[in-house]
C-alpha cells in the first residue's frame, strides 16, 4: 500500500522559510517521480513541482526561484524547501506520487503565511 506523509507545516511570517517532508512507503521510492501540489482555501489544488528519478526537477511560475524539491533516496524522503514565503503561499501542501496529478497523495501539511 503506497503511504505519503508529510510534516514540516507551520506558522511563518512573510518572507520566511519553511521546509516541508514526505516520507513515503509501499513502492519503489528511487524509481518513481514525485511531486508537491499546494490547495489554497476556496481554490483547486494546483502542482508545484516534480522532482524525477534523475534528480531533474520542474517547477510552477508561480513559485519558481523561491521553492526548491530534493529527495534522499535512501531515506525514502523528499522535501520542499520554501523560501521569500508570501501570504499568497498559505494552503494545505501534499505530496503526490507520480508527475501525472493523478498519483495518490498524503494527508497534507498546512502552511500559513502571516504577520
Known amino acids: 500500500e503506497v503511504q505519503l506523509v508529510e510534516s514540516g507545516g507551520g506558522l511563518v511570517q512573510p518572507g520566511g522559510s519553511l521546509r516541508l517532508s514526505c516520507v513515503a512507503s509501499?513502492?519503489?521510492?528511487?524509481?518513481?517521480?514525485l511531486s508537491w501540489a499546494r490547495q489554497a482555501p476556496g481554490e483547486r489544488l494546483e502542482w508545484v513541482g516534480t522532482?524525477?528519478?534523475?534528480?531533474?526537477?520542474v517547477y510552477s511560475e508561480s513559485i519558481k526561484d523561491r521553492f526548491t524539491i530534493s529527495r534522499d533516496n535512501a531515506k525514502n524522503t523528499v522535501y520542499l524547501e520554501m523560501s521569500s514565503l508570501k501570504p499568497e503561499d498559505t494552503a494545505v501542501y501534499y505530496c503526490?506520487?507520480?508527475?501525472?496529478?493523478?498519483?495518490?497523495r498524503g494527508q497534507g501539511t498546512q502552511v500559513t503565511v502571516s504577520s
Open positions: 503526490r506520487l507520480g508527475d501525472s496529478g493523478l498519483g495518490p
Open positions: 522532482i524525477y528519478q534523475t534528480l531533474y526537477t
Open positions: 509501499g513502492f519503489a521510492f528511487s524509481d518513481r517521480a
